[in-house]
């Protein structure tokens, strides 16, 4: 415990014959306690003076209730003032362990002062987890209908004036994704596609109306098609026009309910084909149930069910993102000169760069999680502002405490870190238990209401900073106030 009487800033003394020096006196001396100044029998007033200012004049103060004011010099003194010859900022430590016991001395006032921070950090990171969820859903439905992936569909026609809409005109064969394949630099699969909806399917004493799609092996691949059960159909079934099939979940949940369905027999349009597998579930893709559906071999089809000269759709994976635009353009120039068409003249074909729908549904998920994290970190400042009222208060209480401090030798600076180092712990408590909560409460929405949600270290850390952030922000005008106090005006408030 360091003698405050040793303190340079400021005296407590009694005006005795001897000058004046720090202590108190009964009788003819004076009578001092480890260093704090013995009050309890005294019951005239005394007098505080605070050092010299700038123009070399210093100023005192005559308090009369020193019963009230002893305990606070003691409190003051124990917790720390300056060491002798202290220059600068009180050390951190100290700043730290004042903050701290002035804390635990309103343990409830502190807890609801950080419930605002505690909810804002909370909300913060459910908020970017249900974004970021929504945002990974989102994506994997896309990358069910595959990546780098360009779709071409036929034109419109124009009979009479009146213009059928797109897909209204054949105009793309087989022959076109083969020359696809075969001239176009950067392509890694093709595959025309041949469908067909609402297929009356029979197995057994079940039946069932699906969309019945034929396509070349790479389809799989192309559309990131997996197998649950059973095999895919390969190059070698593609070649011999072989009569098997891969069935969707729906499609196998509705014709054996209760039996397996790889080698089982199934009619569509009265031909037999053998299924050879499962498809693994994509679910929906918001506009259709991608279950629903039965691959056969493009051969199969072309011979046993459709013998369309014209197919529905190419299907193009490119093999290099960073090429996909320059592949499309490719494919342009080869379909154009193909199909005959003059410079100028309307495509009778159109090309859908998956890519960019991608990309689109990216940016909006995106926006979607900063709204989501921009209206919860609203709280977080509402939690900033209670922060800084409550420390308005609390500076208003302890303004008695402060004139103290300063008189003793705190100087403004002390004052200032305490004080701020009040508020930015409020905001780190607040912050690490928001952080639990916003976890918990991520995983919760996850088990209970099935919502997709992703927790990022970004969005703990990003929420923490701003937690800390908001701290400093609002803390610092109390601090700031708090060390412009008058020493001389703090210590005569009752």
Same mark, same amino acid.
Request: hydrophobic share 45%.
């Given at each position: 415990?360091?003698?405050?009487?040793?303190?340079?800033? %400021?005296?407590?003394?009694?005006?005795?014959?001897?000058?004046?020096?720090? @202590?108190?006196?009964?009788?003819?001396?004076?009578?001092?306690?480890?260093?704090?100044?013995?009050?309890?029998?005294?019951?005239?007033?005394?007098?505080?003076? $605070?050092?010299?200012?700038?123009?070399?004049?210093?100023?005192?103060?005559?308090?009369?209730?020193?019963?009230?004011?002893?305990?606070?010099?003691?409190?003051?003194?124990? #917790?720390?003032?300056?060491?002798?010859?202290? $220059?600068?900022?009180?050390?951190?430590?100290?700043?730290?362990?004042?903050?701290?016991?002035?804390?635990?001395?309103?343990? #409830?006032?502190?807890?609801?002062?950080?419930?605002?921070?505690? =909810?804002?950090?909370?909300?913060?990171?459910?908020?970017?987890?249900?974004?970021?969820?929504?945002?990974?859903?989102?994506?994997?439905?896309? &990358? @069910?209908?595959? $990546?780098?992936? +360009?779709?071409?569909?036929? *034109?419109?026609?124009?009979?009479?004036?009146?213009?059928?809409?797109?897909?209204?005109?054949?105009?793309?064969?087989?022959?076109? %994704?083969?020359?696809?394949?075969?001239?176009?630099? @950067?392509?890694?699969?093709?595959?025309?596609?041949?469908?067909?909806?609402?297929?009356?399917?029979?197995?057994?004493?079940?039946?069932?109306?699906? $969309?019945?799609?034929?396509?070349?092996? /790479?389809?799989? !691949?192309?559309?990131?098609?997996?197998?649950?059960?059973?095999?895919?159909?390969?190059?070698?079934?593609? &070649? !011999?026009?072989?009569?098997?099939?891969?069935?969707?979940?729906?499609?196998?949940?509705?014709?054996?309910?209760? !039996?397996?369905?790889?080698?089982?027999?199934?009619?569509?349009?009265?031909?037999?084909?053998?299924?050879?597998?499962?498809?693994?579930?994509?679910? /929906?893709?918001?506009?259709?149930?991608?279950?629903?559906?039965?691959?056969?071999?493009?051969?199969?089809?072309?011979?046993?069910?459709?013998?369309?000269?014209?197919?529905?759709?190419?299907?193009?994976?490119?093999?290099?993102?960073?090429?996909?635009?320059?592949?499309?353009? %490719?494919?342009?120039?080869?379909?154009?000169?193909?199909?005959?068409?003059?410079?100028?003249?309307?495509?009778?074909?159109?090309?859908?760069?998956?890519?960019?729908?991608?990309?689109?549904?990216?940016?909006?998920?995106?926006?979607?999680?900063? #709204?989501?994290? *921009?209206?919860?970190?609203?709280? +977080?400042?509402?939690?900033?502002? @209670?922060?800084?009222?409550?420390?308005?208060?609390?500076?208003?209480?302890?303004?008695?405490?402060?004139?103290?401090?300063?008189? =003793?030798?705190?100087? %403004?600076?002390?004052? #200032?870190?305490?004080?701020?180092?009040?508020?930015?712990?409020?905001?780190?408590?607040?912050? =690490?238990?928001?952080?639990?909560?916003?976890?918990?409460? !991520?995983?919760?929405?996850?088990?209970?209401?099935?919502?997709?949600?992703? =927790? /990022?270290?970004?969005?703990?850390?990003?929420?923490?900073?701003?937690?800390?952030?908001?701290?400093?922000?609002?803390?610092?005008?109390?601090?700031?106030?708090?060390?412009?106090?008058?020493?001389?005006?703090?210590?005569?408030?009752?």
């Amino acid at each position: 415990m360091v003698n405050p009487r040793r303190t340079s800033k %400021a005296r407590i003394h009694k005006r005795v014959d001897r000058g004046t020096r720090l @202590g108190f006196k009964k009788g003819s001396g004076h009578r001092r306690t480890k260093g704090i100044p013995h009050m309890k029998t005294l019951e005239d007033p005394f007098e505080i003076t $605070t050092p010299p200012s700038e123009n070399g004049h210093g100023a005192t103060a005559t308090l009369e209730r020193h019963r009230d004011v002893s305990a606070e010099i003691a409190r003051v003194v124990a #917790l720390g003032p300056l060491p002798e010859g202290t $220059t600068g900022s009180m050390a951190i430590g100290q700043s730290v362990s004042s903050a701290v016991e002035a804390l635990q001395a309103n343990k #409830l006032r502190a807890l609801l002062t950080m419930l605002g921070i505690i =909810i804002g950090v909370g909300a913060v990171i459910v908020m970017i987890a249900l974004g970021q969820g929504a945002q990974a859903s989102v994506e994997a439905r896309l &990358a @069910g209908l595959g $990546t780098n992936l +360009l779709t071409i569909m036929p *034109g419109s026609a124009n009979v009479g004036g009146v213009k059928t809409g797109a897909g209204g005109l054949p105009s793309l064969t087989e022959a076109d %994704a083969q020359a696809i394949m075969n001239q176009v630099p @950067g392509v890694a699969y093709v595959s025309p596609d041949l469908r067909a909806g609402n297929i009356q399917v029979v197995a057994g004493g079940q039946n069932w109306s699906t $969309t019945v799609e034929a396509d070349y092996p /790479s389809f799989f !691949s192309i559309q990131n098609w997996q197998i649950a059960e059973g095999a895919a159909y390969d190059d070698t079934d593609e &070649a !011999s026009a072989a009569v098997v099939a891969d069935i969707g979940q729906t499609v196998a949940n509705n014709l054996f309910p209760n !039996s397996d369905p790889v080698g089982q027999m199934i009619l569509i349009r009265n031909v037999p084909f053998k299924v050879k597998g499962v498809l693994a579930s994509k679910g /929906s893709n918001g506009f259709q149930d991608q279950d629903d559906i039965i691959l056969i071999p493009y051969s199969s089809a072309q011979i046993r069910l459709f013998n369309r000269p014209y197919v529905n759709t190419i299907f193009v994976q490119v093999a290099d993102s960073s090429q996909v635009n320059n592949v499309q353009q %490719a494919i342009t120039d080869l379909l154009e000169t193909r199909h005959h068409i003059a410079s100028g003249q309307p495509d009778d074909f159109r090309i859908r760069n998956n890519n960019q729908i991608i990309d689109t549904a990216q940016q909006t998920s995106d926006t979607l999680t900063y #709204l989501l994290a *921009g209206v919860a970190a609203v709280s +977080l400042i509402v939690g900033g502002i @209670g922060i800084m009222n409550i420390m308005l208060v609390s500076v208003t209480e302890r303004t008695r405490e402060i004139g103290i401090r300063m008189a =003793i030798g705190a100087r %403004a600076g002390n004052i #200032l870190s305490q004080f701020l180092i009040e508020a930015i712990l409020l905001s780190v408590a607040g912050g =690490i238990i928001g952080i639990l909560v916003g976890i918990s409460g !991520s995983f919760g929405l996850s088990k209970l209401a099935g919502w997709s949600t992703v =927790i /990022s270290p970004q969005s703990i850390i990003l929420s923490f900073g701003f937690a800390a952030l908001v701290g400093i922000f609002f803390g610092y005008y109390p601090a700031r106030k708090a060390s412009q106090l008058d020493p001389i005006q703090a210590l005569r408030t009752d």
